[in-house]
């Protein structure tokens, strides 16, 4: 059964920075993409972005270019989100998912899903 577990959320002041992880367990997730989303009140869960676990291979949503960096670390199954040069607009519920494929970047196309880290940014 497959396990997601992120931390790492919190409070920051704009312009700081916040490092999230997400442990998997579960099964070996070659083949896999791991993503990150994100849900701010009121609003659709949106994607942040993704790696391919065996290639490392990522990709963004616009919003997050330059500031994001999605990374894994295959002997700790852990995926990681460092985020840089926080904006309020960047608060909402971060959360991990996996799923067998490649370049999806719908929700609806992720089959796992963590419980969420909550990640604030006060202006």
């Known amino acids: 059964q497959v396990q997601l577990v992120e931390s790492g959320g919190g409070l920051v002041q704009a312009g700081g920075s916040l490092r999230l992880s997400c442990l998997a367990s579960?099964?070996?997730?070659?083949?896999?993409?791991m993503g990150w989303f994100r849900q701010a009140p009121g609003k659709e869960r949106e994607f942040v972005a993704a790696i391919t676990w065996r290639a490392g291979s990522t990709y963004y949503t616009d919003s997050v270019k330059g500031r994001f960096a999605i990374s894994r670390s295959e002997a700790k199954n852990t995926v990681y989100l460092q985020m840089n040069s926080l904006k309020p607009e960047d608060t909402a519920i971060y959360y991990c998912?996996?799923?067998?494929?490649?370049?999806?970047?719908?929700?609806?196309?992720?089959?796992?899903w963590g419980q969420g880290t909550q990640v604030t940014v006060s202006s």
């Open positions: 998912a996996a799923d067998f494929s490649f370049g999806k970047r719908s929700p609806r196309d992720y089959a796992y």
């Open positions: 579960g099964r070996t997730f070659n083949g896999y993409t």
